[in-house]
């Protein structure tokens, strides 16, 4: 394994510097326009800490990303279908569909596992929907986040390929954190992830909470049980279930590490322990059970 080429290769992934520029420009234009109309789509605190957010992911992701890379360099000449894949264009779409499918489920997951949810609970912690909350990403999700595309290179997709899904993938979804955009038409809103589905998606109504978590496709939710529309009568209302008050950037990336290292720490047993680790946010030894099925069920109820 020649070192010198992976880091080579490993250059050549630099969309992000083509990207940000373009998602700076669109938070101005947005920022400008709500400040014009006093639409209230801002809060100074909220959108500094979205920021700080996005400067910690820069810096956390790169030892992961470099991992994740080498892994994929070394196994994607092992798979016995290398050869066949290479770079066509059938080969693009399916990654595609690949790529769009495994978000999903690493989305998902990131809210049905409480110590995943702590990776990526700093995202939903924003108040307000706009595009400083696309930049708002998870700092703890990125230690684990790169395992879920691992099946990808042992089906023979290379890793520039790759990680230049996953980066398109991403630059799809910042437009999705707006409330400037209304409903698109139906054919758009049953097949795409649009701004109306992503605002469910960040919403902390009982209703809403964890719907929605797609990528670019929809269709994953709608097939696995997952989707909410957007409903005229019920506005979502964005943040946590119970909103953190500090701003501080260091808390807002730690708070739930903290908060499960405090409810392991109080439970007698290591059944329980373990539960507070995997089992959704919400669950508890010894309280009311908060989590979001339990919450829509007891609705529902009455």
């Not at 400067?55 to 992701?61: K, L, Q």
């Not at 097939?223 to 009568?233: I, R, V």
């Not at 959704?280 to 109820?301: C, F, N, Q, V, Y």
């Amino acid at each position: 394994m020649n070192f010198q080429d992976i880091f080579t290769e490993f250059s050549k992934d630099d969309l992000i510097y083509y990207f940000l520029p373009i998602f700076l420009i669109a938070l101005a234009l947005e920022w400008r326009h709500n400040r014009k109309q006093k639409l209230g789509l801002f809060e100074s605190g909220d959108t500094k800490a979205s920021l700080w957010m996005m400067v910690f992911v820069a810096f956390v992701d790169i030892a992961p990303k470099l991992l994740a890379f080498v892994l994929f360099y070394i196994l994607a000449p092992l798979s016995p279908l290398a050869e066949f894949v290479q770079r066509q264009w059938w080969a693009w779409l399916a990654l595609f569909f690949l790529d769009d499918f495994i978000y999903y489920w690493f989305h998902r997951l990131n809210h049905q596992v409480r110590f995943m949810w702590a990776g990526h609970v700093s995202h939903h912690s924003a108040i307000k929907m706009n595009f400083a909350t696309a930049l708002r990403q998870g700092v703890g999700e990125r230690i684990h986040k790169y395992i879920f595309w691992l099946p990808l290179p042992l089906l023979g997709f290379d890793p520039i390929m790759i990680f230049t899904m996953m980066s398109l993938n991403l630059f799809y979804q910042y437009w999705l954190h707006t409330e400037l955009i209304g409903r698109l038409p139906n054919w758009f809103e049953y097949i795409f992830n649009t701004p109306s589905h992503h605002r469910v998606h960040h919403a902390s109504n009982i209703s809403y909470l964890d719907c929605n978590h797609a990528g670019v496709l929809i269709i994953w939710d709608r097939m696995f049980g997952s989707f909410s529309k957007e409903l005229d009568g019920e506005k979502p209302e964005y943040g946590l279930t119970n909103n953190i008050t500090s701003l501080n950037p260091i808390y807002v990336a730690t708070h739930e590490y903290r908060a499960i290292m405090k409810d392991v720490a109080r439970a007698n047993h290591w059944k329980d322990k373990l539960c507070y680790l995997f089992l959704a946010p919400g669950w508890s030894h010894d309280g009311e059970d908060k989590r979001s099925k339990t919450l829509r069920a007891s609705r529902i109820k009455h």
